[in-house]
């Protein structure tokens, strides 16, 4: 007879923001400094990302006030596009909810950011966001809401129509945040945002004792980006299946060019041919073997092109380097890219600049400032593949050591950026990445080491020269006795002549 006893194991399931509120600390909200620290970051990301859509110079409002000891208010307003009044409530009170899942560069991500600031907020000081938003259609909107978290649903508390003097969004989180602990950092975050994005005016107002007005350092809008279809080499099975319920009634020929990108009649017609298939079958009429044989084959055919980058915005070397020497004291800067390249068929840009100034620290390796989708990534950076490929470069050999301080600016753009986690403060692994960064690095540091080498020329030939001129001097002095003249004569053009450079005195 068993005597083993019945174990009630009990199922079930949990909401994306349930995940999230237990697990607060995979989106950056692990602790009071982080917590007002992303809250920052993601009003202000956003914020950015809208002026980008309105086509327009940012100009933002950060403020920052201490309610009472730990409660912290933060107010960001902008002047983007405004959120329609029938979004609002999805878009800050749902996890996993957003605008930015088409295939461009944008600074958000996941539909996460501000909601669990939202939710943070509510959690800690049990109060609810207020958004005060207006679009080109519309005066303007008001609302007051909270997250159904057991849900995932927002709780309206209150909406009206309220008179917006500008098109943009205003909101208004309060949080418990340790303003002490997170200040520098939110400071240096953006400083930092107009670097990578130096067209942005940002104005910050903490406790109304510190007031800091950054930017723009450059009045240029950059070029507008359009989203792009899947590249063929981006493509598995998910990708076909969703591509063929959509189109499943066309033929193979016209599927592969309306579906994706770097594909025309003529690739269509000498991929389809590579394949053994016959252009006039539909789509539908595939078996899953010859779907998965495919997908399998969209990803290792090397004819398609490289995928298309107008969906990119970098930097760009004038815009890059004026910020830089804008923000930092900056003694000698060089600027590179790679030009396009991918990954698993994203395309990615990586930009960066090596700068020399005393206000960067002191070590024998640069330090690493890292940037993507021209958002400024300050923690994590041990955790992160561009602090191992720096460790990679054996920077000795282009004479960088610690009696220069050398600063390195790096800029990854991508259509889909690898992060490690939801907080989006450090990117995992990707061999193309790593390869294209290591070059950019290694080709950074022989452009410095052509300076150093050339300055370490120069230094060697004024010492040269100095002694030289020392000894010459002398015997000038002494043959000038030795002859029964006065006056000695001036050797100063003579040995400049000699070494062509300047002598000291
Ligand atoms: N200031 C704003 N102006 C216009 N739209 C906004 C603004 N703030 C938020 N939104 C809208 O709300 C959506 C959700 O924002 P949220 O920050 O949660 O996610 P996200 O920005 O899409 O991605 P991520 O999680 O990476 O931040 C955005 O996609 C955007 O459509
Ligand atoms: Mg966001």
Redesign the pocket.
């Known amino acids: 007879m068993s005597h083993q006893k019945t174990i009630d194991t009990s199922f079930g399931s949990i909401s994306p923001a349930e995940f999230f509120y237990r697990n607060r600390q995979m989106?950056g909200f692990g602790n009071p400094t982080q917590a007002l620290y992303s809250t920052v970051r993601?009003?202000v990301?956003?914020?950015l990302?809208?002026c980008d859509?309105a086509q327009t110079l940012p100009l933002i409002d950060i403020e920052i006030q201490s309610v009472k000891s730990e409660i912290i208010t933060v107010k960001?307003s902008?002047n983007?596009?405004?959120?329609p009044s029938e979004?609002v409530p999805q878009?800050?009170g749902q996890?996993?909810?957003?605008?930015?899942?088409s295939q461009q560069q944008?600074?958000?991500?996941?539909?996460?950011?501000?909601?669990?600031?939202v939710l943070y907020g509510q959690i800690t000081t049990d109060s609810p966001v207020i958004?005060h938003?207006r679009t080109q259609n519309s005066n303007g909107h008001l609302y007051r809401l909270l997250v159904d978290v057991e849900n995932n649903l927002p709780l309206v508390e209150s909406n009206e129509e309220l008179q917006r003097n500008n098109v943009?969004?205003t909101?208004i989180v309060q949080l418990k945040g340790d303003l002490k602990r997170a200040q520098d950092r939110i400071i240096e975050y953006l400083r930092l945002s107009t670097v990578s994005t130096p067209h942005a005016k940002l104005s910050l107002k903490i406790d109304d004792e510190i007031h800091v007005n950054l930017g723009n350092w450059s009045n240029t809008l950059p070029e507008p980006i359009r989203p792009s279809k899947p590249h063929p080499r981006s493509v598995d099975m998910e990708v076909l299946r969703r591509l063929t319920s959509r189109h499943g009634e066309k033929n193979l020929d016209d599927f592969l060019c309306k579906s994706f990108q770097k594909i025309g009649p003529r690739t269509s017609a000498r991929f389809l041919r590579f394949m053994n298939l016959n252009p006039n079958r539909t789509i539908s009429e595939l078996t899953r073997d010859e779907l998965a044989q495919l997908a399998q084959a969209l990803r290792k055919y090397d004819g398609f092109e490289r995928p298309d980058s107008k969906c990119l915005s970098t930097i760009g070397k004038s815009d890059f380097l004026n910020a830089t020497t804008s923000v930092f004291n900056v003694r000698f800067a060089e600027y590179a890219s790679r030009g396009v390249n991918e990954w698993q068929g994203n395309p990615f840009v990586i930009e960066a600049i090596l700068a020399t100034g005393d206000d960067f620290p002191r070590s024998d390796i640069p330090t690493l400032y890292r940037f993507v989708n021209r958002v400024p990534l300050l923690y994590d950076s041990s955790d992160d593949v561009l602090t191992r490929v720096l460790k990679r470069v054996n920077w000795s050999r282009y004479s960088v050591s610690s009696s220069e301080p050398v600063a390195l600016f790096i800029h990854l753009c991508s259509t889909k950026i690898p992060f490690k986690a939801?907080g989006?403060q450090s990117l995992a692994s990707i061999p193309e990445i790593e390869h294209e960064a290591h070059q950019l690095l290694k080709e950074l540091g022989r452009k410095l080491g052509k300076i150093n080498a050339r300055a370490n020329r120069s230094v060697r030939e004024t010492k040269k020269m100095r002694e030289f001129s020392k000894s010459f001097k002398q015997i000038v002095k002494f043959s000038t006795t030795l002859a029964g003249y006065d006056e000695v004569p001036s050797t100063d053009a003579l040995v400049k002549q000699l070494f062509e450079v300047e002598p000291d005195e």
């Open positions: 989106a993601e009003l990301e956003n914020s990302d809208s859509d960001v902008d983007g596009t405004g959120v979004q878009a800050f996890v996993l909810y957003g605008s930015k899942y944008k600074r958000g991500t996941f539909g996460l950011g501000v909601t669990m600031a958004i938003t943009g969004t909101v939801a989006k």
